[in-house]
C-alpha cells in the first residue's frame, strides 16, 4: 500500500474526477481512476492533504503520463488531515521554482508558489464558463488559468455545482470571492496540471491544457474563511 497527500482534488465538466498528489518520497501519483462520488459529499474519500492509502499498479492506456498510477481495490483514510505546520513543510518541501520547472521533463503535475492577482469568471467555447485566476509566478510571467479545484466550483461554473451558497456570504455564493488578491496579497501554492493531449493546444504544454487544480495557503491555514474547509458537510473538506 501506498500513502499519497492529495494536493490537486478536482471534477471536470463531464462529471468526471482528477486527483493529484505526493507520496512520503515526495513523489506526484495521478491515481485512476477516480469517480465525482470520490471527491464531493460530507467525507469524500480523496480530500485535500488528507493522506489516503492505495493500492497502485501500472498505468493502463497509451496515453499514460509520467505520474498515472492504476489503482487496485478502495483507496481508504490514512491518517487524520496534515495540520497546518504539517502541510507548510510538505508544501514548501514539494513545490518547484515556476510553472516552466513543473512541467519540465514530461510531467503532468506539480506545485509552484504564485501571486494571485485576479479571480474571474469568463465565458469560453460553446458558450460555458469557468473560474480563472490571474497569477505570477517566481519567473515574473503572468498567467490567466481555469481552476478546477473542486472547493471553488460554485453556481457560476461550468459542470456540477458542488457548493452550497451561504445566504449571509457577502459574495454572493461565490467561493472565490472571499479569497485575497492582488499585487499585496499573500503568496499561494498553486497545483498545477495537464490534460492528457488533444489536437486544440498545440506549443507549449505538448498539446495539454494547464489548469489550476489545486490552491494552497503557504502558511498551512485553509483556503477561505468560510466552511470550505474543517466542515463536515463541505466537499473536499481539508
Known sequence: MSELVPLAVTLDTDGGACVAGVTPERRWIRPEPVTAAQVTGGDPVYAMHRPVLLALGAPTGPRARPEDRSVHGAPRPARP??????????????????IATAFAGGR???????RPLRYHRRRATGGRTFL??????????LFDWIVRDVRLLGDGDDGPTRVTPDPGDP????????????????????AVGLTHPN?????RFRGCH???VGLHPADGSPLTATSLEGTAGAPGTA
Do not use: H, I, N
Not at 503532468?108 to 504564485?114: C, E, F, H, K, R
Open 81 to 98: 488531515p496534515l495540520a497546518p505546520a504539517e502541510r507548510t513543510c510538505l508544501l514548501a518541501d514539494v513545490a518547484d521554482p515556476d
Open 108 to 114: 503532468s503535475a506539480g506545485l509552484v508558489a504564485v
Open 132 to 141: 480563472r485566476l490571474e497569477f505570477t509566478d517566481a519567473s515574473g510571467e
Open 171 to 190: 459574495g454572493g455564493g461565490d467561493p472565490a470571492a472571499a479569497l485575497p488578491a492582488g499585487p499585496g496579497a499573500p503568496l499561494l501554492y498553486a
Open 199 to 203: 489536437d486544440r493546444f498545440p506549443g
Open 210 to 212: 494547464p489548469l489550476v
